[in-house]
Structure formats: structure tokens, C-alpha cells
């Protein structure tokens, strides 16, 4: 079983930039593929960025892509997701999941485990 907690939300204005962490416990952190959601008020869950347990294979929404990188320290039971060029449409909940296993999922129903959610406002 593993445990996450997001950190790194906050207000920040258009165009700046923002790093999310995601804190797990236990031991076998490197076990896990990882992702990143998000959630705006009204609307359903999506899929931001996903990493395999190795870090060596990543996903992203194609919305996205060039602006977002996932990352993770296996050492440090830590991944991340560097946000930047920030829009308005991009002001949600984030949230940091995990699952078991060696590849990368894109669904949120995969995911067995989830962090408890940081809020990312962007002003315009």
C-alpha cells in the first residue's frame, strides 16, 4: 500500500510557471507507475501526465505536451510535474495517483491509490 500527498499548488499569474511534488510512503515506491489528473470545478477528472516506475517512458495529454514534464526520484519516493506557460483553462485540482506495476496508464480508473489533491489557480 502507498500513501500520496501533493504539494506545490498555489495562484500563480498567466504564463508563469509552477512544480508540483508528490510525496509517497513505503518502500516500494519504485514499484509504481504514477500519474498525474486534474480536476476543474463541473467538469470530470483528465488525465495530465503519466510515468512508468522507472521514469523511462512518459505520457502525456496531447493538449498539453510541451508545456507539462513528469519526473519522478525513485530515491527520494518523490515524482513531480513541472507546469509551464500556465493558462487560465489550466486552474484545477491536481491530483497524483499510483498503481502497481511497469507501464504507464492513462485511465483514472487504473489507478488504486490517490493523493488527497493541491489546487493550481492560474489568474489572467
Known amino acids: 500500500q502507498v500513501q500520496l500527498v501533493e504539494s506545490g499548488g498555489g495562484l500563480v499569474q498567466a504564463g508563469g510557471s509552477l512544480r508540483l511534488s508528490c510525496a509517497a510512503s513505503?518502500?516500494?515506491?519504485?514499484?509504481?507507475?504514477m500519474g498525474w489528473f486534474r480536476q476543474a470545478p463541473g467538469k470530470e477528472r483528465e488525465f495530465v501526465a503519466a510515468i512508468t516506475w522507472s521514469g523511462s517512458n512518459t505520457a502525456y495529454a496531447d493538449s498539453l505536451k510541451g508545456r507539462f514534464t513528469i519526473s519522478r526520484d525513485n530515491a527520494k519516493n518523490t515524482m513531480y510535474l513541472q507546469m509551464s506557460s500556465l493558462k487560465p483553462e489550466d486552474t484545477a485540482v491536481y491530483y497524483c495517483?499510483?498503481?502497481?506495476?511497469?507501464?504507464?496508464?492513462?485511465?483514472?480508473?487504473?489507478?488504486?491509490?490517490w493523493g488527497q489533491g493541491t489546487q493550481v489557480t492560474v489568474s489572467s
Open positions: 495517483a499510483a498503481k502497481a506495476g511497469r507501464t504507464y496508464y492513462l485511465n483514472p480508473y487504473d489507478y488504486d491509490y
Open positions: 513505503g518502500r516500494t515506491f519504485s514499484s509504481y507507475a
